[in-house]
Nanobody, 127 residues
Framework: HVQLVESGGGLVQPGGSLRLSCAAS????????IGWFRHAPGKEREGVGC????????YFADSMEARFTISRDYAKNMVYLQMNSLKPEDAAIYYC????????????????????WGQGTRVTVSS
């Protein structure tokens, strides 16, 4: 069965970096998209970025200001979210999710249409 497990969250100082991991099992990513989303208290869920398995392209929400990158380890069936220049407003629970795309490109959005979700990993940005 499809399973996603996030890891790598924690406490980081403003301006610091953190790499989140999303371990996928039960499917291969070649025809799936992997999306990263975040949900902060009192705010709506927000799309961070996504990875299209068939093309290898990544897309990000404009609000991420090019501070984040997504990479994939094909051998390990894992996707990473590298976050740099972190700000206090980046603090949230970060989730990865997947959806079947075949050869289509992913769209970040706010999470609607993404079929399977991980349990989330908490990121705290504070001095």
């Amino acid at each position: 069965h499809v399973q996603l497990v996030e890891s790598g969250g924690g406490l980081v100082q403003p301006g610091g970096s953190l790499r989140l991991s999303c371990a996928a099992s039960g499917f291969t990513m070649d025809y799936y998209g992997i999306g990263w989303f975040r949900h902060a208290p009192g705010k709506e869920r927000e799309g961070v970025g996504c990875f299209s398995g068939s093309s290898g392209r990544t897309y990000f929400a404009d609000s991420m200001e090019a501070r984040f990158t997504i990479s994939r380890d094909y051998a390990k069936n894992m996707v990473y979210l590298q976050m740099n220049s972190l700000k206090p407003e980046d603090a949230a629970i970060y989730y990865c999710a997947t959806q079947f795309l075949l050869n289509s490109e992913c769209r970040v959005g706010t999470g609607g249409g993404w079929s399977f979700w991980g349990q989330g990993t908490r990121v705290t940005v504070s001095s």
